[in-house]
């Protein structure tokens, strides 16, 4: 008999913010939620309407997509972010990318007797891929720390969930060497790319990081976050084009097919800069003032140059930190859901609406 998905998985880390929730929830002007990167702005125009003209879809989508949608995602890679050299055989879309990370152990074998690495401050859901596998895991941002063990799959993070910390091309290009000269498959979670402040992130598909070549590397995209569409489920995967077709031939036996009405979808919100920039602006106001605010309360903010988190210190314990918020009505995420590096800071997200980030300066500024 098999043990309980309960006994194999770590725990669910927000389930262990309820009482906080409650705390703040409290507060008389109601909680400011800053605790998970939930976008609240519309979604754009362009992908609605894309949508809209697509909901006549009878038939069953095809697993590896749409070519349109394939040639979008390559397209938007070459233009926004220089990347060269992807076939169409190099992308998949895929139903959120939550799902691929979670299940990409799986998917590709891995089981007892593989290591699976990962940042030592880093997005669960890594960790959780690896449990589910029955993989052996470790975080670590240290690779001569694995001494002699080799990995059969590294995970990287860059812009970082939850630091905002982005990694230089240069150190980006030595984890793409060493991965290759041991056989380690190297993902790259990307899903902040466009989402930079103080620094210019760059894919591992670049050249000037790739060497102009995919092998042994895959880069995981989302939509959620720079068009504000996470509830449409659209990301998508590229890079080496023989590890995309072993995630293709699983994919099809268990029919994971994202709906074509949100592949459309995800072509228009590819093609269209404009929103993205208007998006940008309204994360760059809600980032300033509560930067602001934060430091003026005694915080110190840690990395942050990109992603859509502030990454903020009081040299406490996190829980502490988490405490004092919620008695401000205020929530935020402990560091401590990211790993053991993470014990005396919180993350602090500004997806929120102009109108609680406001609520929060105030509150943290009286």
Known sequence: MTSPVSSRLPDFPWDHLTAYAATARAHADGIVDLSVGTPVDDTPAVAQAALAGATNAPGYPVTIGRVATRQACIDWLARRHGVTGLGLDGVLPVIGSKELIGSMAVHLGLGPGDLVAYPELAYPTYEVGAALAGARAVATDSLTSLGPETPALLWLNSPSNPSGRVLPPEHLKKVVDWCRERGTLLVSDECYLECAWEAE??????????????????????????SNLAGYRCAFVAGDPAVVGELLAVRKNLGLQMPEP?????????????????????????????????????????????????????????????????ERGILVAPGSFYGRAGNRHVRVAFTATDERVAAAVARLTA
């Open 262 to 326: 949100q592949q459309v979808a995800m072509v228009a919100a590819l093609d269209d800069d404009a929103h993205v920039a208007e998006q940008h602006e309204r994360y760059a106001a809600r980032r300033a003032v509560l930067r602001t605010a934060l430091e003026s309360a005694g915080f110190r903010v840690d990395h942050s140059e990109a992603s859509l988190y502030l990454w903020c210190t009081r040299d406490e314990d996190c829980w502490d930190t988490v405490a004092w918020l919620a």
């Open 201 to 226: 992130p760059v894919s591992v598909l670049h050249p000037s990081v790739s060497g102009g070549s995919h092998e042994g590397i895959l880069a995981v995209h989302s939509l959620s976050k720079r």
